[in-house]
Structures are given as C-alpha cells and as structure tokens.
C-alpha cells in the first residue's frame, strides 16, 4: 500500500510560481509512474502531468512550457514546479501512482494523494 502526501500549494497571484511536492511511503517508489491530476469546483478531474519509472514526461496541453514534472527517488518524492500561473489554474491539486508508461487516465493509477488547493488570483 503506498501512501502519498502532497504539498505546497496555497495563493499566489496571476504569473506567480508554486511548486508542488507529493512525497511516497509503504512502496517502491522508483516502480511506479507518477502523474499530477487537478480539480476546479464544478469540474471533472483533469491530467496535468505525468512522469514515467524512466523519466520520460507527458504534460495536459494547457500547462505545456509553463509547469514541469520531476521526481527524485532517492526521496521517494514526485514535484510539480508551476511557473506563470493563470487563474484558470485554480483547482485542488492530487498526485498519484501507478503501474502505467504516464498514462493520462486516472483509471490507471492506484493510489492517491488527499490534495493541495492552489488559487491563483489575478
């Protein structure tokens, strides 16, 4: 059972930067992929980013160039690092994991984080 705790989120205005943190327990990390999800009121989830067991990296369109994925498994750690934020990137953020390639659906991923909200004002 792997166990993922995120972090980093809060307020920060229109252009601003936040970077997320989702860190692992209860399993090995290094085996799974690790993919970012986002939820606005009223909204369905929706896939963000997505990094592989070999690095490789997958981005939604409308984050592409502005937020990038990482992840550090010598800390069992997955990051969002968000750069030029929107309003329209307002939402509860959540981190999962998964025996997938960066898969964008989040039926393919087992586990997940309890999220962090991150508001970005304009």
């Known amino acids: 059972q792997v166990q993922l705790v995120e972090s980093g989120g809060g307020l920060v205005q229109a252009g601003g930067s936040l970077r997320l943190s989702c860190a692992a327990s209860g399993g090995t990390f290094s085996a799974y992929s690790m993919g970012w999800f986002r939820q606005a009121p009223g909204d369905e989830r929706e896939f963000v980013a997505a990094?592989?067991?070999?690095?490789?990296?997958r981005y939604a369109d409308s984050v592409k160039g502005r937020f990038t994925i990482s992840r550090d498994n010598a800390k069992n750690t997955a990051y969002l690092q968000m750069n030029s934020l929107k309003p329209e990137d307002t939402a509860v953020y959540y981190c999962?994991?998964?025996?997938?390639?960066?898969?964008?659906?989040?039926?393919?991923?087992?586990?997940w984080g309890q999220g962090t909200q991150v508001t970005v004002s304009s």
């Open positions: 990094i592989s067991r070999y690095r490789i990296t």
């Open positions: 999962a994991a998964g025996i997938n390639s960066g898969s964008l659906n989040p039926d393919r991923y087992d586990y």
